[in-house]
């Protein structure tokens, strides 16, 4: 349940047509959560027929013009209700743990590589987070919404942090396994 509140939280920052938003989702929403652009239309279809959001009226009629969207009222309280809601957290669902579990049973072949290429893929996510970091969030940028904004960011970086952290350790871990064929 969760598209259509990004969708809106987004829309709140700044009222969109459906190709900014995707771009927008590409740029920064998209780094925590995803959507392709076929789901960002479909649910900006679903949110107007629910009332939640209306596409502003065109400044001048024109055929194939985009539709821009602002958030109803209704809407803003569905977000609200949607924020103000006790949620709990959801386990971890990664593959790779559970490769790494597998390989147990049955060997070891090629999981080297790949976790050299995720310590690669993650290394390069935390690299363009604090690069984010440093251009959106200098010292003295501490408004209330910077703040929440730079909160989520940080969870990016605390996880990036976190799987660069691990990887090493599974790397240097795999590193002292005996014999790392087939069990």
């Not at 386990?91 to 995720?118: C, I, N, Q, S």
């Amino acid at each position: 349940m969760s598209l259509p509140h990004a969708i809106l939280t987004a829309l709140l920052e700044k009222p969109s047509s459906g190709l900014e938003l995707t771009r927008r989702f590409d740029k920064s929403i998209g780094y925590f959560w995803s959507a392709t652009h076929q789901q960002i239309y479909r649910e900006l279809g679903k949110l107007e027929a629910d009332g939640l959001i209306r596409a502003l009226p065109a400044e001048q009629p024109a055929r194939g013009q985009k539709k821009s969207y602002e958030v109803l009222p209704a809407g803003r309280d569905e977000l609200a209700r949607w924020t103000a809601a006790a949620q709990d957290p959801r386990p971890m669902r990664d593959p790779l743990p559970l490769r790494l579990r597998a390989a147990a049973v049955v060997g070891t072949t090629g999981l080297e590589a790949d976790l050299r290429r995720h310590l690669e893929l993650h290394e390069r996510q935390l690299a363009e987070y604090r690069e984010i970091e440093k251009r959106d969030f200098p010292p003295g940028k501490d408004g209330a919404e910077d703040r929440l904004r730079h909160l989520v960011l940080r969870a990016g970086i605390d996880l990036e942090t976190f799987w660069t952290q691990w990887l090493r350790h599974a790397l240097a871990e795999f590193a002292d396994l005996p014999g790392r064929g087939p069990a």
